[in-house]
Structures are given as C-alpha cells and as structure tokens.
C-alpha cells in the first residue's frame, strides 16, 4: 500500500475555515429560523464591476476566433506582465521577472516547493494559514506537530504581532537564512506596516540572509499615502524579496483565479544561483498559466477605468470597515485595522477566542473567524471580515451594539 505523507499527517487536524463552516452547518441545523450573518471568512461578496466583466468577456471571445484564439501563456499575457510592472511598481521590473498566477495563495504553495524542506521559517504570529501549514506540506516546519499540537512547529519562529508592539514583530528573532513570510496590509489583524517597519524588515533581511515573501494581496486597501504600497518602496528588497499580488480582493476575481509574483533578479540563493532561474523551471514544470480569460479580465482591471473600478470595489469593502469599527467602538472593544485593510481584529482580553466566538453566534447569530487560528499570539482576539452586503454588515452591527 501507498504511504501516507508524513508531513500531511502533521498538519493540524482541521483547516480553520471548514471548521467555521461545519460549526456554522451545525447551528443552522439545530436553529433552522435563525438568520446567520457571515463576518468570518475573506471571501468577496459584491459583482465584478461592468468594465472588468468586459475585459473577461473579450477574453471569451477572443478564444471563439481563430485569429485570436491562444493556448498556454506560461508566465503569462507580456502585455499583462508591462501593465502590472507599470501600475505597481513604476516600471522597475522587466516582465521576465513577473509571473502571473492563478493567485497568491497558489503562488505561496509554489514558492513553498521552491524552497523545500531545508530553510528555516519565520511568520508574523498571526497570520494566514498556508505560511505555516503549506510549509509543513513540505518539510520546512520540524518533525512535532499534528493534531495535537498547539504551541506551533519547531522549526517555525512565531514573531508575535500584539497590541504591545502595535503589530510589528521583534525582528531579533529571525533566525539565519530563514524564509520569511510578511504580509501587509495583514490578514488577520488588519495592521499596515509603514516605511520605517518595512526598512527595518528589509535590514534585518539582508543581515540574516533571508528571503522575504512579502504578501501584498491587500494593497489597493492602502488609503494612507504615507505607507507603502510594494516591499519594493524600500530600498535595496529587490536583493531579498518576492512579492505576491493578486486581483482577487481588490476586482473580486475570488473565484476568476488570478495574480502574480515579482521574482526579481538580483535575488540569489546561498550558493550564487538565480531564484528568478529556478523559479521560472519549477513554474515551467508544475504550472501551465493562469486561464486566458482571466488575465484579460486583469488586463481591464489595469486601464484607467478598471482603476476606477477597483477604488470603488475596495472604498465600499472599506466602509462596511468602518461600520464595523464603529459598533465595536461603541461597545467599548479595542481593535486594530479596518483603515487600510478589510480585516478589524478585536481584542476580548482574558477571554478564549472560540468561546467568543461561539458566543456571536449563539447570542447574535453573526459568525466571525477566532483568532487562535491564526497562530498562538491571536488567543482572545475575533477577526471581523468586512467582506459582506451593505445590509448584512448594517444588520450585524446593530445586533452587536442593541446586545
Ligand atoms: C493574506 C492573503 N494572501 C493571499 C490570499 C489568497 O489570495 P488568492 O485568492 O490570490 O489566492 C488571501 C486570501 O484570503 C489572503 O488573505
């Protein structure tokens, strides 16, 4: 018989989010008339705007033609690859070194195999899940772990993000040649590192020789000019970073699939070789692109009006923040984000995060995400998702501030 994989075997029983929902299953189960409303999961809910749905449309279209029909794009559409350097970064790349995907998450997985099991690994605790878990996958997180585990993975540094250090990990802590996964604005505590943090990260980087995975998927939710929108503001991070992007929170492409990776070439591992090299063969052989239509969409997204469009999607995502931000206010809860990120991260000191949590939905039938999946430092805090209808999220916040 086939062996199992060992390293799936040290994964956490359960992921967070099919946990949310079978415990959300549960209830509506045992409360057939309640009428449960979502601010747990980072899913998008509002339609793709009319201008990017055209944008898909052509690229349909274009498949249905033979004089502009196309099959795999590899890294993707050239055009696709000048307009992200062009509305991103100022042109500082050449589209050699940006990869279209079939989004970020995926992308991180790829990185995860790129790397394999032989680097050590540092995360922001909390953080997004396949940091930690898509390293286990392949070996990078120590042997430990398993259902059993709640302390973390030997071989991961967990760098606490707390109220205490206003969300920006002790850098000090980052062992020698590690993989480092930071993401900003941070899903889930919703903080936005300004220049000097990201400097310091940058330092600490170079100094450490480790390679940054800088997770930027929320950057269109940045509304304060003075923080930075790409790793690549600060000097010298093209030496030591990768940054992935996606489309899927800022022109809702959740479900379309598309994003990217900048892999720039002044990046290089231990003995000398090229990361952009290596990445480009490991893509070549366990990627076949992101859907055509799907990079036509993004192509839209990236025009002035497409622009437009995604400043209006995330403007009203970030409003229902502030709704958000403004019950928890009034109901004298501390939190963090919801300025420049769709995430607000609530602080119940001295409480366990999945009996807050279970208390939202028993007494508000509101489900939320606990904190504690994120890592050991998110115990006694709730995530809130501003991912939802006007009415909903209205409703929501009145049920939380009439008790
Ligand atoms: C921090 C972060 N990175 C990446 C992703 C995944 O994005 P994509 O849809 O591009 O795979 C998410 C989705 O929730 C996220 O929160």
Redesign the pocket.
Known sequence: MVKRNRNIARLRAAYLFPEIARLRREFAGLHPNAKIISMGV?NTTEPILHHIVAGLTEGARRLGRAETYSGYADEGLAELRERISSVYYKNAFGIDEIFISD????D?GRLQTLFGPDVNVAVQDPS?P?YVDGSVVVGAAGSDGGASQSAGYSGVSYLPCTPENNYFPDLSKIKNDSVIYF?SPN?PTGATADRHQLSALVDAALRTGSIIVY?A??SDYIRNPALPRTIYEIPDADKCAIE?N????SAG??GV?L?WSVVPKDLYFAGGESVNADWSRLTATIFNGASNIAQYGGLAALDGEGQSEIREMTDFYLENAGLIRGALKALKITCAGGDNSPYIWAHFPGRASWDVFAELLEKHYIVTTPGSGFGPAGESFIRFSAFGSRAGIEEACERLTKG
């Open positions: 980072g989004g970020s998450k995926c991180i997004y396949v993401c899903n997770d998927a929320y992935v996606s489309f899927s929170k492409f959740t699939r994003g």
